[in-house]
């Protein structure tokens, strides 16, 4: 990544700690426009605090791969393009999966009811097949 994405990482972690600190100060919280206002504040230090988190992730370098399927376990794992082999996928696990268009999209795997395997990506939900695209941070 550019640094430029890194110095806006930092000034957004230096903000969510003047805000908490600065709210922390505040003593009588008395009117509904005060608790909606701290409300406010409250969420956008949480959203910041998701945030450093998934901008972490993105940091990471990625390993490529297909998707495999264990015969033994019926569980998918990545067969990465360096011939090494990835541990079975288990349902919370991330991935990232790339689409038939070529974009990548990452969440987690589940299992649905039948048993199967599935990418958990709001509307975009595939069950897991051999020879999908898939990566993961290492």
Known sequence: MCKEYDQA???IKKT???LVKLLSGIKNIETFEER?????????????DESEGY????????KE?????NPKTGMYYICFDDGTS???LECGNVLELCD??????VSGIEKNIDGRYYFNYGDW???LDRGFRARKRI
Do not use: C
């Open 125 to 127: 939900s595939p069950l």
């Open 65 to 69: 791969g297909v998707l495999e399927n």
């Open 55 to 62: 901008l972490d992730y993105l940091k990471n370098p990625t």
């Open 86 to 88: 990835g541990a079975d």
């Open 9 to 11: 990482r930092d000034i």
């Open 16 to 18: 969510k700690i003047d």
């Open 100 to 105: 038939s268009l070529g974009g990548w999209h």
């Open 36 to 48: 909606e206002t701290l409300k406010i504040y409250e969420n956008l230090i949480e959203t910041i």
